[in-house]
């Protein structure tokens, strides 16, 4: 082999040998690269998931918030109906003596006496009624109404109990007499208590007059 062939095949392998690294850093470059867009995919979807979390947290709030509101509005709206539905008791309860005395004013005019010729009568009575029938008008408007009592056992937040009769026959607490009506406002307010006379000597409320083991005799 003569020295300029020798050259020559010495060049051709250095050209090769540059090729090949030009290969390599190449390709070194590339997979830097596709590190390098890993780490920033990496890296937006950290950022994207930290922000999702944020978004979560911040819509947690507003949910929050808007639960919070609206229990507000609604605590405000029941304070404004019990204010409202409250505020005349005071005046109402006044206003249940009227009733009363317009009752106990009709009742005292003798049944012959409505139905007779007396003009004077007859207009005192028209009167009477009218007024008691604008009375109850008014206490419909205001949610006042009378409480059961007759017939019904007695119940300590609406009747106030002044006389006991002895009546085995019908279950204790049993109301046979009211002497005063009783009136509730707002469906659960009780505005006067009914004043009553109820049964004693009798079974629990549920209980048959004859059932046995329910009852002790103590007079013995």
Same mark, same amino acid.
């Given at each position: 082999?003569?020295?300029?062939?020798?050259?020559?095949? =010495?060049?051709?392998?250095?050209?090769?040998?540059? +090729?090949?690294?030009?290969?390599?850093?190449?390709?070194?470059?590339?997979? +830097?690269?596709?590190? +390098? @867009?890993? %780490?920033?995919?990496? %890296?937006?979807?950290?950022?994207?998931?930290? /922000?999702?979390?944020?978004?979560?947290? /911040?819509?947690?709030?507003?949910?929050?918030?808007?639960? %919070?509101?609206?229990?507000?509005?609604?605590?405000?709206?029941?304070?404004?109906?019990?204010?409202?539905?409250?505020?005349?008791?005071?005046?109402?309860?006044? &206003? &249940?003596?009227?009733?009363?005395?317009?009752?106990?004013?009709?009742?005292?005019?003798?049944?012959?006496?409505?139905?007779?010729?007396?003009?004077?009568?007859?207009? /005192? $009575?028209?009167?009477?009624?009218?007024?008691?029938? %604008? &009375?109850? @008008?008014?206490?419909?408007?205001?949610?006042?109404?009378? $409480? +059961?009592?007759?017939?019904?056992?007695?119940?300590?937040?609406?009747?106030? *109990?002044? =006389?006991? $009769?002895?009546? #085995?026959?019908?279950?204790?607490? @049993?109301?046979?007499?009211?002497?005063?009506?009783?009136?509730?406002?707002?469906?659960?307010?009780?505005?006067?208590? !009914?004043?009553? *006379?109820? @049964?004693?000597?009798? #079974?629990? #409320?549920?209980?048959?007059?004859?059932? #046995?083991?329910?009852? $002790?005799?103590?007079? !013995?």
């Amino acid at each position: 082999m003569t020295k300029q062939h020798h050259h020559d095949h =010495q060049k051709a392998k250095e050209a090769e040998i540059s +090729e090949e690294a030009a290969e390599n850093q190449e390709e070194t470059q590339e997979a +830097e690269s596709v590190e +390098e @867009t890993v %780490e920033e995919i990496d %890296e937006v979807a950290a950022k994207t998931a930290e /922000l999702k979390e944020e978004v979560e947290k /911040l819509r947690d709030m507003y949910m929050r918030s808007q639960a %919070e509101m609206e229990n507000l509005r609604k605590r405000t709206q029941i304070e404004l109906e019990k204010r409202s539905k409250y505020a005349v008791s005071s005046f109402a309860r006044d &206003l &249940l003596t009227v009733g009363d005395n317009l009752s106990r004013a009709l009742a005292a005019i003798p049944e012959e006496e409505k139905q007779g010729t007396s003009e004077l009568i007859k207009n /005192l $009575v028209i009167g009477l009624e009218m007024t008691q029938k %604008e &009375l109850n @008008t008014a206490f419909e408007k205001n949610d006042i109404k009378a $409480v +059961e009592s007759i017939g019904h056992i007695f119940d300590p937040n609406v009747h106030k *109990v002044v =006389q006991e $009769v002895e009546d #085995p026959t019908k279950p204790a607490g @049993t109301i046979i007499q009211e002497w005063q009506r009783g009136y509730i406002i707002g469906g659960d307010r009780t505005l006067r208590e !009914a004043v009553v *006379v109820v @049964t004693k000597g009798g #079974p629990k #409320p549920g209980e048959k007059p004859d059932e #046995p083991g329910k009852r $002790v005799d103590t007079s !013995a």
